[in-house]
């Protein structure tokens, strides 16, 4: 019987049998339990959620409409209406408007100035404005909820609707502003209308579909928001396209039948009327419920079919004929899985874990007929063939493992090469900055960041002293890292050459030599387009006694700050060596005592951190020298190296960076030092 079944065909037939026993009480139970309660259970089910629902949107929205009134009732408010030429008057109405506008649930709030038609709105999203965002005109379509709210005998209504000029759509709670019967304005708040459907209609539970109605049947709410009435809560009278309830209904006697419990709901207030209607062809339970302090129907209609309807006292017992159901079920299943699949399968798997740990000998059930017996055979043909694939891997591998063994070791030796090489380069490229020269003519005069992104950079400062005052400046080639670094041994030597035939007292005679040596040196015509062999520099000569300095750059900037305030000097717009050729000009400026100068490489302000990536900035950078400028030199180059590491964070440094800062007091030929030596990098 095993052989000619199969082991599928034989879990199969055995589930089937079970399956078959334990629905014939099943279909018993539940024809008669489910037909008797259906209704029952939804007309309780969708009463009480009627209910619920009408507590969940009372609170809130009567909490935005009292808002409303009270900001439109406030004395602030009716004397800005009342003289809004009036500026002690206009600046205390915002002052308060911004405070009622953080208590609305909807973070905004709106008010119309009746005599101008002015309409001045606020919220969270946007900057706080006292200017009117639009005028409101009679002739336009789109201001008619306006002028039919102040035509209307009513004081505040709640209408749902898009404003097309501020492309919103909210829930708006529209307040009269009236001053001895002569209207002021109208003045209120508004609910976000999506977050409003979402909180409170399209939640719902399975096969219940919540609205909310005005008394005529328009819809103000609806999961749905095609269905929406939009407008219809400042119009006094309504239009065959407005959405309504009634429409949705098949025949005049069921029109009839809602109308009818819309008015005993409205008289009752706090009950729920229930009926049975046809909505859209459809068989529903709707249910009714008023509520009086928004003059809102809440309509909930079922969907019988598709929404869980059983209470406690039907629940248990179906619970426990279904539970002894399943328990039947289940021991057949089981015996049959158990007998016809788990035992045979435990077997195997013992077979299989003794293959698993090297003992290809273990005999697997191969005798059986059916499934079992083909997996058994189909695994020992496998693990044959793993043995025979095991064994020549393992040769194999062997021999690649001595392979890459070698490979490694010759990587390594080519790497401690080329570690040794770029940390000769690093002390050749330390040994041409003029870190003594600096430290021993300026002192705590000076002090400067120098952080290569690699082990040697693009980047260098120089420095200059004559009997007559000095040079200093920041250079920042094209390119880091090796590149970078073999251009600065040009660069350098480029500079020393143009400060010998120019001078060291004219930035801007240096800048343009240094150029035309760049140029003539490099022959940027005959390289590929991709090589760049500009330069951004900035220099400054100092000269004693005279109280100014003189200031040249090529796309770089000084920058001078006393902590109150701050300059900027910008530099010529193109780098040496840029396609198109400029002359750079001097800049001469008075020498403030007290002040810190400051030149900086763009890697700098290229550095890019913060949350989402973005470079320093120059606002950030400037902010950042002002509000450290009076600080000893030395401690603003460590607030500087903090300030970037902090906003850098887990990002990599993206360019070399070099930053050079001097100060000078009246106490010597160039001033005397207003803080502790700086450490020069």
Same mark, same amino acid.
């Given at each position: 019987?095993? #052989? ?20 014939i ?11 008797d309660?259906?209704?029952?259970f ?45 500026a ?43 200017? &009117? ?88 709410? #609806? &999961? ?50 229930s009926?049975?209607? %046809?909505?859209e ?7 009714v ?32 004929? %279904? ?128 952080r ?11 420095f ?18 090796? &590149? ?37 040196? %490099? ?42 305030r701050l ?13 198109r ?54 401690a ?5 190296e903090?300030e ?26 160039t001033?005397? &030092? ?8």
């Amino acid at each position: 019987m095993a #052989h000619r079944w199969g082991l599928r065909g034989q879990s199969t037939l055995s589930l089937l049998f079970a399956f078959l026993l334990a629905l014939i009480p099943t279909l018993l139970i539940g024809w008669q339990a489910i037909d008797d309660v259906r209704h029952h259970f939804g007309t309780r089910y969708a009463e009480q959620y009627t209910l619920l629902h009408m507590q969940r949107i009372l609170t809130p929205v009567s909490r935005e409409l009292a808002l409303s009134q009270r900001f439109a009732d406030s004395v602030v408010t009716r004397e800005w209406l009342a003289t809004p030429e009036d500026a002690d008057s206009r600046d205390r109405f915002f002052r308060e408007a911004e405070g009622f506008r953080r208590q609305f649930s909807g973070q905004a709030y709106f008010i119309v100035h009746h005599a101008t038609g002015h309409y001045y709105f606020n919220d969270e999203a946007s900057h706080e404005s006292r200017s &009117p965002r639009y005028r409101l005109d009679p002739e336009d379509p789109d201001s008619a909820w306006y002028f039919a709210t102040m035509d209307s005998g009513i004081g505040y209504n709640i209408n749902v609707n898009v404003d097309t000029k501020l492309d919103l759509a909210k829930v708006w709670f529209n307040v009269k502003i009236l001053e001895d019967g002569r209207p002021l304005g109208l003045a209120g708040g508004g609910l976000d209308l999506s977050r409003f459907l979402d909180d409170f209609l399209r939640q719902s539970a399975p096969g219940l579909t919540p609205m909310i109605v005005d008394p005529r049947g328009a819809i103000q709410a #609806h &999961p749905d928001y095609d269905r929406l009435a939009l407008g219809s809560g400042a119009q006094t009278e309504l239009d065959d396209s407005t959405p309504r309830l009634q429409a949705l209904l098949g025949t005049a006697e069921q029109r009839t039948q809602l109308e009818a419990a819309m008015g005993e709901a409205r008289q009752r207030p706090g009950e729920v009327r229930s009926l049975d209607l %046809l909505l859209e062809g459809e068989p529903r339970l709707v249910t009714v419920g008023y509520l009086p302090e928004l003059k809102w129907l809440m309509v909930s209609s079922l969907d019988l079919k598709s929404a869980h309807l059983f209470e406690g006292s039907w629940l248990w017992p179906l619970l426990g004929a %279904l539970a002894l159901i399943l328990a039947i079920l289940m021991a057949g299943f089981a015996y049959g899985i158990d007998r016809l699949i788990l035992a045979p399968l435990r077997r195997l798997q013992h077979s299989a874990q003794a293959i698993a740990d090297g003992d290809y000998n273990n005999h697997l059930p191969t005798e059986r007929g059916d499934e079992i017996g083909e997996l058994s055979r189909a695994f020992a043909h496998m693990a044959r063939r793993v043995e025979r694939h095991t064994q020549e891997l393992e040769d194999k591998v062997h021999h690649r493992t001595r392979d890459l063994e070698a490979t490694n070791a010759e990587m390594a030796a080519a790497r401690r090469q080329i570690d040794a090489s770029l940390e000769y380069a690093s002390i050749i490229q330390r040994a041409i900055l003029p870190r003594r020269q600096m430290e021993t003519q300026l002192a705590a005069h000076h002090a400067v960041l120098w952080r290569p992104r690699d082990q040697v950079g693009g980047d260098f400062y120089v420095f200059r002293a004559t009997d007559h005052g000095y040079l200093m400046g920041v250079i920042d080639c094209a390119g880091h890292g090796v &590149p970078g670094s073999l251009m600065t041994m040009l660069a350098r030597a480029i500079i020393d050459n143009a400060i010998l035939k120019v001078g060291a007292d004219d930035p801007a005679a240096i800048l343009n030599e240094t150029d035309r040596q760049n140029r003539a040196t %490099l022959h940027r015509e005959t390289l590929p387009s991709s090589i760049a062999t500009n330069m951004d520099v900035g220099l400054v000569w100092v000269e004693h006694g005279a109280e100014q300095l003189t200031f040249a750059g090529a796309k770089m900037s000084l920058y001078e700050s006393d902590g109150e305030r701050l300059r900027v000097h910008a530099g010529g717009k193109r780098a040496l060596g840029q396609k198109r050729a400029m002359t750079y000009e001097n800049q001469r400026m008075p020498l403030h005592r007290g002040w810190t100068y400051t030149l900086c490489s763009d890697g700098f302000l290229d550095q890019a951190g913060g949350e989402h990536g973005f470079g320093f900035g120059n606002r950030r950078f400037e902010a950042m020298l002002q509000r450290h400028a009076k600080a000893p030199l030395d401690a603003q180059i460590l607030a500087f190296e903090a300030e970037l590491d902090a906003y850098r964070g887990e990002h990599v440094q993206r360019d070399d960076i070099t930053l050079l800062c001097f100060s000078f007091d009246t106490a010597s030929r160039t001033g005397q &030092p207003r803080s502790r030596p700086a450490s020069s990098t």
